[in-house]
Structure formats: structure tokens, C-alpha cells
């Protein structure tokens, strides 16, 4: 996930004017129908780090980095950032490389907020490091994959929600991973794999039809593919899981360039 700035950090925030228009080419797709996507800077964050003062107590404070990206596919929903999107450039006006020794600046695949359409969604860029004194724009270039669907279809399924059991509903693949939630509470939590991150929803109904109000969080394994972990509130037996999904997706390539002004 990006770095944050901490409550206290030294830190500037501002809303940005630089903009990015380019063309997302599917991969074998015809040109004149591929979406246009846009990429806009709009928050920059940055601390310096604070060193650790021993007879005062002082907590130490890393340095950190961030730029929040604006991502609008119109006509598409945003559905997830491909983990082998790369930054390739991530510096100051003043030419300093800001890198960290122990991850590298990468746009963050946890997507933290959609428009109610889903065509737009924010990611960040960020490393623990701090870039020059005095430096006054942030410069991002990269190789950004987003995945976007259109059209939903449903499949569904009666599942026995015993620990250990798997349902395949269409082209996922369900596993109970427990009958409770955690500490013996609750109802019980599962995971739906998929080959790629279409998912919309995940619905569970009890034997009466009545929704049991599903939550599920999206992730990625590199060899298991797309996850998504979910769980009910209330005990469950048996039930209906439907899971809403993209029917139409695609592999948009979006090359990234444009700097972010930092207000330091």
C-alpha cells in the first residue's frame, strides 16, 4: 500500500492541476474503439524523517513520499491495478532518485475509492524516503495496467457452509475456511478465487431468501490468482451464494508521465 503521512508528520498536502490524457490500448483490440483513460496528480504528501530523542522520548518518524493518482476510464469499470504495473521514475525536480532500501515506489494495487459508476478510482505512489530540501514537483513515470469490465452477468449456487468445503459457482471456485468468524463469532467466512479480478458482488441468501449481508476484500496471489475473502454476520448452515460479476473484461495499458508540484 502507498505510505501515508501520520497524524503530526511534517507533511503538505495540495490538489493538483497536472493531468495525463492517454490512449489504453487493449491488447489486440482495435484502436478507434479503445477507451480513453486519464491520470491525474491530486495529493501529495511528504514527511522528513524525525530522529529519535532517547532522554525526551521522542518516537522516531520515517520519511515518506506520496502522490495520490486520479484514475477516470469513461465507460468502464475500474476493477483493479495489475501487479506487475511498474514505476520507473519516481523523483525530485532537483534529480534526486527517492528510493527506499526496502521497497521500491509502486503504484499501490489496493484501490481505496471508486466513483458511485466505478469509472474513477485513486491510487498512491509511495516510498519511505524523503526527497530533496528545497525541491519543489515530484516526477512519476511508470507502466500502469489497470483491468476494467463492462456488462454483469450472476451465477449461483447452494453451498454448505462447512469448514473445508468447496462449491464451484461458474467459473469461481469457493472455499469455506470456517464455519464462525473469528473467536467463534459471527457467521462463517470463505474465500472465492477467480483467474482474474471481475468480481462485482458476492451475495449470500439464507434458506428463506433473506440476504445475510455479505462483505468480501479483494487481494491478489501470485499463484492462486485474485482473491476474495468474505463472511455473513449471523450463523449459517447452508445458503445461496450468487456472485455478480464482469463479463466484459480487459488489460488497459496506460503509460504515466506528469510531476506533482508539492507546495514545500
Keep these: 500500500m502507498g505510505v501515508q503521512s501520520a497524524p503530526g508528520a511534517l507533511a503538505s498536502t495540495a490538489i493538483l492541476p497536472a493531468l495525463l490524457l492517454v490512449t489504453a490500448l487493449a491488447r489486440g483490440g482495435d484502436p478507434s474503439k479503445a477507451p480513453k483513460a486519464t491520470v491525474e496528480a491530486v495529493g501529495v504528501s511528504v514527511s522528513k524523517k524525525v530522529e529519535e530523542d532517547e532522554k525526551k522520548g521522542y518516537l522516531l518518524r520515517g520519511a515518506n513520499t506520496s502522490v495520490t493518482l486520479l484514475i477516470h476510464v469513461p465507460g468502464r469499470q475500474v476493477l483493479a491495478i495489475d501487479p506487475a504495473s511498474k514505476v520507473t521514475t519516481f523523483k525530485d525536480d532537483k534529480g534526486k532518485d527517492i528510493k527506499s532500501e526496502l521497497f521500491p515506489p509502486r503504484f499501490d494495487s489496493y484501490l481505496f475509492s471508486f466513483s458511485k ?3 474513477k478510482t ?3 505512489v509511495g516510498v519511505m524516503a524523503a526527497p530533496t530540501p528545497g525541491s519543489t514537483k515530484i516526477l512519476v513515470k511508470g507502466d500502469l495496467v489497470l ?3 463492462s456488462e454483469t452477468k450472476e451465477v449461483e449456487k447452494e453451498v454448505a457452509f462447512k469448514k473445508g468445503e468447496t462449491a464451484k459457482i461458474g467459473d469461481f471456485t469457493l472455499r469455506v475456511e470456517d464455519e464462525t468468524g473469528f473467536g467463534g463469532t459471527g457467521g462463517p467466512r470463505f474465500v472465492v478465487e477467480s483467474a482474474a479480478p471481475v468480481m ?3 451475495i449470500v441468501e439464507s434458506a428463506d431468501g433473506k440476504d445475510q449481508q ?6 491478489h496471489d501470485p499463484k492462486r490468482g485474485w482473491l476474495y475473502t468474505g463472511s455473513v454476520q449471523n450463523k449459517l448452515d447452508r445458503g445461496k451464494v450468487k456472485i455478480r460479476y464482469y463479463s466484459k473484461h480487459e488489460k ?4 504515466v508521465d506528469l510531476s506533482a508540484g508539492t507546495g514545500l
Design 122 to 124: 485513486m491510487t498512491n
Design 117 to 119: 459508476d466505478k469509472s
Design 214 to 219: 455479505a462483505v468480501s476484500f479483494p487481494g
Design 200 to 202: 462485482e458482488k458476492i
Design 147 to 149: 483491468f476494467v469490465g
Design 252 to 255: 488497459l495499458a496506460v503509460p
